[in-house]
């Protein structure tokens, strides 16, 4: 048997303390699967009184992580605390610098300072591991840099913000509002402590433009992604959707295009039948598609104490057992930077407007549609109330350019009475 391997947590809340328990209830079973004891010396978190529901009183306490990160009984510094500045990001750099290996579930931290820690780690001749920042429990980092990298990746199409998962179904199965799901989840607990990161669609795009790096051999570009919340879908726009057999989803999409890498996390429609479609609740999905694997599909639990403590164990065994990988796949020195594309591929979209309830007023938008080049798949008016028609048009492919000139064209006939909602129909 190997010496042991010594852990340094920093973090005990959801995620440190589930990676607490599954080092002491596994402690066998991870020696004889990696060669090594795994222990913990010491861990550190803002309060030391805190009763978190297991015993700590083996471990060294630390105030300060970064002096944890340093200390020589550590071999593994294993940051858990969150944010993308402040302790965590010193408090990793101070592990590299003292030649640790690091283990990290910090995605904000990754997706704005993961190019300049992946030199320092590569540099430094250390690991720096990341399996638990995206989409939780799911092993995507390890499908994509492990098991396709044999593969050209040509996209990447994901749900991997499990509280937007869980507004955007509940709102469908309950009928309820945007703002009365919204309360729901942040007192059930289900939101970031800055809810913003998770409905903004922040969370999310931190999570892909992680998966773009490593896909694309791109230097992680999260200013890059184009990016919309989901805090303007109404419940109306669920109902709308469904009746035309579509789901509304915050979907990240990355994609290498002729122009660039175009990333986007916006909501989009998917087919009702499709599996991202059926997709319920805090649920994560990824979608990987590669040249030789054609698509694969992973699915499972994206946050909580298990999923999320059994992502940053499964790093932990792989330094355990000596596996060095370079941390987005390839040399960080030899990441490129991204050329940025926005969406111009065609694309189906849905468009939700309130016509003014006169004569000729959808014959004027399908006119404004026909002349931009826009064509007409689907159709359908509502009954109205007041002078207000609710009408729904699915487009053919079409490049948002050409939509937004005949939105623009149709703003300037006076028959809508807002402007209309338009939201991307993605093939999944
Ligand atoms: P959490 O429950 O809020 O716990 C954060 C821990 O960090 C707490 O123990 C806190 O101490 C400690 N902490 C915060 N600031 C500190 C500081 N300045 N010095 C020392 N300790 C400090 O967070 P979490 O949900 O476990 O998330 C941890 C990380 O995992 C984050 O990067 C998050 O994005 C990521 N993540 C979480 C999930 C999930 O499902 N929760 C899923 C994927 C990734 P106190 O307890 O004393 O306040
Ligand atoms: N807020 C995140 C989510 C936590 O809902 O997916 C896991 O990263």
């Known amino acids: 048997m190997n010496a042991p391997l010594r852990l340094g947590i920093a973090g005990l809340g959801t995620v440190g303390i589930g990676v607490v328990k599954i080092v002491r209830l596994h402690a066998a079973m991870l020696a004889v699967r990696t060669g090594r004891d795994i222990t913990i010396t010491a861990v550190s978190a803002r309060s030391r009184d805190k009763d978190r529901g297991v015993s700590l009183s083996a471990y060294a306490w630390e105030d300060d992580p970064v002096a944890l990160a340093k200390r020589d009984d550590v071999d593994i510094y294993v940051e858990l605390m969150g944010g993308t500045e402040g302790p965590a990001k010193a408090s990793v750099e101070a592990a590299i610098a003292a030649g640790k ?44 840099s492990e098991g396709l990298a044999g593969n050209d990746i040509t996209r990447i199409v994901g749900v991997m913000n499990g509280s937007c998962n869980y507004i955007l179904t509940r709102m469908e199965n309950a009928g309820l509002s945007y703002d009365e799901v919204f309360a729901e989840a942040d007192a059930l607990g289900y939101l970031e402590a800055d809810p913003q990161l998770d409905v903004g669609g922040i969370d999310a795009a931190h999570k892909l433009a992680i998966l773009s790096s490593i896909a694309f051999g791109t230097q992680v570009d999260f200013d890059g992604i184009e990016l919309e919340g989901i805090e303007r879908v109404s419940i109306n726009d669920i109902r709308h959707a469904d009746d035309m057999g579509f789901k509304i989803k915050l979907l990240g999409v990355a994609q290498r295009t002729g122009r660039g890498l175009e990333q986007r996390m916006m909501p989009c429609l998917v087919p009702a039948s499709s599996p991202m479609g059926q997709l319920q609740g805090g649920t994560n999905m990824v979608a990987i598609e590669g040249d030789a694997v054609e698509q694969i599909v992973l699915r499972g639990p994206g946050a909580g104490e298990g999923p999320t403590a059994s992502a940053v164990m499964g790093d932990v065994c792989d330094i355990a057992r000596g596996t060095r990988l370079p941390v987005f796949g390839q040399p960080a020195a030899m990441l490129e930077h991204a050329d940025r594309a926005s969406s111009v591929l065609p694309a189906p979209y849905y468009l939700r407007m309130a016509l003014a309830d006169k004569p000729g007023a959808l014959a004027k938008i399908a006119t404004v549609l026909g002349d931009a080049g826009v064509s007409i798949d689907r159709m359908r008016q509502y009954e109205h109330s007041d002078s207000s028609a609710p009408v729904l048009i699915v487009t053919h492919k079409t490049t948002r350019a050409d939509l937004d000139n005949a939105i623009g064209a149709m703003k300037s006939i006076d028959v809508l009475l807002s402007d209309p909602v338009v939201l991307r129909i993605e093939a999944v």
């Open 101 to 144: 290996d690091v283990v990290t579930a910090n995605k904000a931290m990754l997706a704005i300072h993961g190019q300049s820690l992946a030199e320092a780690a590569e540099a430094a001749g250390v690991s720096l591991r990341y399996e638990a920042a995206v989409a939780g429990g799911i092993p995507v980092i390890k499908a994509l």
